[in-house]
């Protein structure tokens, strides 16, 4: 028979072992990828601008982009010929923890940061409310797709 001391022992032990497996630890939650898809006009031509610098930046506290890399400054991807350009990011689908049901795994970004600068140019700052653009699965893939973005000279 155990005594009362032993028994607040035991249950002490499942208790911080329930915690520790119920902890961010273990990585129950998937980095989520996304492509931000867009493209960059010229305000006076209304032709693609080539070669700008796109910084994409996400609300959520634990995300990265994996498109390019600079040493001084964030990631970031180049428009091509055409002006286009696509943000490969990743971001944490933790929202929160329960005692039951353990890790939900629902979080999205809210809110997205674009900063495009381009020699000749003026430097553009975007601010976005991912609900009012155009988010759609693809594969497994979530795609954002943002209006056109005009850059004035």
Do not use: W
Not at 58 to 82: C, E, H, I, M, R
């Amino acid at each position: 028979m155990l005594g009362l001391n032993q028994m607040i022992r035991i249950i002490g032990v499942c208790l911080l072992v329930i915690f520790i497996m119920n902890t961010n630890v273990f990585a129950k939650c998937p980095l989520v990828k996304l492509h931000i898809i867009g493209a960059v006009k010229s305000g006076d031509l209304k032709t693609g601008v080539k070669d700008a610098q796109i910084f994409v930046f996400l609300d959520t506290s634990q995300s990265t982009n994996s498109a390019g890399y600079a040493t001084k400054y964030p990631d970031f991807v180049n428009t091509d010929s055409n002006g286009k350009f696509i943000s490969t990011n990743y971001f944490d689908s933790f929202e929160k923890r329960t005692f039951i049901k353990g890790d939900v795994c629902s979080e999205k970004p809210t809110k997205l940061e674009i900063i495009i600068v381009k020699p000749g140019f003026k430097t553009k700052r975007n601010m976005f409310d991912i609900k009012d653009l155009n988010l759609v699965e693809d594969e497994g893939i979530l795609k954002l797709i943002l209006p056109e973005i005009i850059l004035e000279k």
